[in-house]
């Protein structure tokens, strides 16, 4: 079943501005994952942040993890055309090999 | 290092025939998971192998879909008499033995899309 929910479900904005992607889920985690995927494409891992993480950059990404309100977010800054695609948060559960997706947002960014 | 390795990347049949979707995991991986993904949807689990054994297969169809992951060879999902419905693009992707140490990332290749004609 899909925990996560991921929002807005569609977002565009114009190049160079931040996007921010919200993400929910409702048990406990042992981790989250973030993935992007372009059009017609397979997904690609972009960054994780475990139960006991709070925020966590990687480049021009920073994701933040709330695991009171079971919740994340997903920050581009400075964004680019290249930037566009659909972005899925995962989860995995604690002692558990799954990871629960979430529908996804789709990222349009606007040259 | 080859990532994971699906093909064909596209398949046409008609309603009746059989697809046979292969994934090849990236080298060293064990465990392999099979999605699928309806337009602008999310993925949809559909099996979990490791080599020779299938851990869960809570989210494959029980009629006409099987999957296997065999000692040798790639992982095959396997999709008999198809119907309109199961037009989709079906991904694999491929982690390492979980609980070593190791967090869970998986790994996805291109992905087969399937359409029935």
């Known amino acids: 079943s899909q925990q996560g929910e991921e929002d807005p479900q569609a977002l565009s904005i114009q190049e160079g501005e931040n996007a921010t992607m919200n993400c929910s889920y409702k048990?406990?985690?042992?981790?989250l994952q973030w993935y992007r995927q372009n059009s017609g494409r397979g997904l690609v891992h972009l960054i994780l942040i475990r139960s006991n993480e709070r925020e966590k950059h990687s480049g021009r990404l920073r994701v933040t993890l709330d695991t009171s309100k079971k919740s994340s977010s997903l920050l581009i800054t400075a964004s680019r055309a290249a930037d566009t695609a659909s972005y899925f948060c995962a989860t995995r559960m604690d002692s558990n090999y799954q990871l629960i997706w979430g529908a996804g947002t789709k990222l349009i960014i606007k040259p | 290092n080859a990532g994971v390795m699906q093909n064909p990347r596209h398949l046409v049949r008609r309603r009746g025939q059989e697809a046979r979707l292969r994934c090849s995991p990236v080298k060293g991986h064990s465990h392999v998971y099979w999605y699928r993904q309806l337009p602008e949807e999310g993925l949809k689990f559909m099996v979990y192998l490791q080599k020779e054994n299938i851990i869960d297969e809570s989210g494959m169809p029980k009629e006409r879909f099987s999957a296997e992951f065999p000692k040798e060879g790639p992982s095959i999902l396997r999709i008999q008499q198809v119907v309109r419905g199961d037009s989709a693009a079906y991904f694999c992707?491929?982690?390492?033995?979980?609980?070593?140490?190791?967090?869970?990332?998986?790994?996805f290749g291109e992905g087969s899309r399937l359409t029935v004609l």
């Open positions: 992707a491929s982690s390492p033995v979980p609980g070593t140490g190791n967090t869970g990332e998986l790994f």
């Open positions: 048990t406990s985690i042992n981790n």
